[in-house]
């Protein structure tokens, strides 16, 4: 009978060591599967973070670039600095954009960029002619 004791507190101590031992084992791997984890969702988010960064430094150049860009300035000169957006409906300014052969072909090749910009059909030359809202001209 002291032999069954005896085994079975052996047995009791076997079992308690070997549950504290793979509970510390679970949470020394758990602790280093979340710092490895913490780690990659912490880089992805700087990626993320960058990426967008670039971005958005790349539309905030769209409109400086526009400005510098004859093919857009030239039709849009003879309205000068100080127009105001027009009142008229958005139907009759799209009409009287369109009636000007001039505005006409800055219309086509925008909205083309515009398009083009969207898919990401862009080039390194082309970079700032689409997205551009051109109320300078009050028919936008």
């Known amino acids: 009978m002291r032999v069954c004791v005896v085994l079975g507190l052996v047995i009791a101590v076997w079992v308690a060591c070997a549950w504290v031992i793979a509970g510390q084992y679970h949470n020394q791997r758990a ?10 969702v912490e880089h992805q988010a700087e990626s993320i973070a960058r990426n ?8 905030h ?6 400005a510098k860009d004859e093919d857009i300035r030239s039709p849009l000169r003879r309205f000068g600095p100080d127009v105001q957006p027009s009142k008229l409906p958005p139907e009759t300014q799209r ?3 369109e009636a000007d052969p001039r505005l006409a072909t800055l219309n086509a090749f925008l909205a083309e960029e515009s398009r083009d910009f969207d898919r990401g059909h862009h080039s390194r030359d082309q970079r700032g002619r689409g997205l551009h809202c051109l109320r300078q001209c009050g028919h936008v």
Not at 52 to 59: D, K, P, V, W
């Open 31 to 40: 602790t280093v599967m979340f710092q490895r984890e913490s780690q990659l």
């Open 52 to 59: 967008l960064h670039r971005s958005l430094a790349y539309i």
């Open 95 to 97: 009409k009287t954009w």
């Open 61 to 66: 150049g769209i409109p400086v670039e526009s």
